[in-house]
């Protein structure tokens, strides 16, 4: 039986934005990084919504997690196979564990008032 993507123990969710906005995502900052790769991975996980400029783009690429009973986490600079893994790794469980250690420096506090325009559902 596979498991429902991102459900935590509780039945709550874990919900995923991935800016793909004037930096995020583009060949012309991050040149060499599988993109689109990255969207599939993480969606194939879970629910996961590709939102328009979150105003953070200092921190490029920038993923959200947003657990269904915690604080959103903000992670930016996920621009390499082994970031985005380790973000795959940590929703199979709906983020219900510790944030591991290669993730934890990516950790940002968010400062911009941006809300991520014209969202679309993978
Ligand atoms: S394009 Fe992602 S924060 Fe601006």
């Known amino acids: 039986m596979s498991k429902a993507r991102g459900f935590l123990a509780s039945g709550a969710t874990v919900r995923i934005q991935i800016c793909r906005g004037c930096c995020c995502g583009t060949e012309r900052k991050h040149p060499g990084v599988d993109h ?3 969207i599939a991975a993480i969606s194939a996980i879970a629910r996961t919504r590709i939102v328009d400029c979150v105003g953070e ?4 690429n920038v993923v959200i997690v947003r657990p269904g009973d915690g604080p959103s986490v903000w ?3 996920i621009n390499n ?3 985005t ?3 795959c790794d940590w929703l199979v469980d ?3 564990q ?3 250690p290669v993730l934890q420096s990516r950790v940002f506090i ?3 008032v941006a809300v991520g325009a014209g969202a679309e559902d993978v």
């Open 36 to 38: 689109d790769g990255q």
């Open 57 to 60: 783009c200092a921190h490029s």
């Open 75 to 77: 992670l930016g600079g």
């Open 81 to 83: 196979p082994a970031l």
């Open 85 to 87: 893994s380790a973000v």
């Open 94 to 96: 709906g983020a219900s």
């Open 98 to 100: 510790p944030l591991p």
């Open 110 to 112: 968010r400062q911009s």
